[in-house]
């Protein structure tokens, strides 16, 4: 039962780097490992608290992931294009189809596309570098700020989930 558990464990904290990483599981992957558990335990009243709480966390990732990079561009004076140079940039740097890059490859991307895609699609939209360049650095930060807040929602998950479940298989 303890290798079930520390592997579902495992999975989870592999949660907590996709809340973080964009394009890799998160929050999601941290539910599924608690209703895991609650199939192994045959119990779901076990899981109940961290359940609920991991709900929640699901529910407010989507919320911060939206918002954040939103605050981020209108106070950077983003428009939508350079929102949707962002998504594109993410995109086209996760699938490496940005210049072949010595170190780093997709997560690199990951970093660099949204902050290239952001400039380019505001430069078309308002024809100033200066702009654009600050609308790129608002999207980015406000997109990193996103993801650290639900780094810490899921940190706060998977904590939730070992203390009320750690005295059902340590004791």
């Not at 039962?1 to 780097?17: C, E, H, P, R, T």
């Amino acid at each position: 039962m303890q290798i079930i558990y520390w592997s579902l464990v495992a999975v989870m904290i592999f949660g907590i780097v996709g809340a973080v990483v964009p394009a890799l599981p998160g929050s999601s992957l941290i539910l599924i490992a608690i209703i895991i558990w609650g199939v192994v335990q045959k119990s779901f009243a076990a899981i109940s608290t961290p359940l609920i709480v991991t709900g929640v966390v699901l529910l407010l990732s989507i919320g911060v992931d939206f918002l954040a990079g939103y605050i981020g561009a209108k106070k950077a004076g983003a428009s939508k294009w350079g929102q949707i140079g962002a998504f594109v940039g993410l995109i086209v740097g996760f699938l490496g189809l940005l210049p072949a890059l010595p170190v780093g490859g997709p997560l690199l991307g990951m970093l660099l596309g949204p902050l290239l895609g952001a400039i380019i699609g505001e430069y078309l939209y308002c024809k100033n570098f200066q702009t654009a360049i600050k609308a790129g650095i608002g999207i980015v930060v406000g997109t990193v700020v996103g993801n650290l807040i639900q780094g810490l929602l899921a940190i706060a998950a998977v904590a939730v989930f070992i203390y009320t479940t750690y005295p059902q298989v340590f004791n």
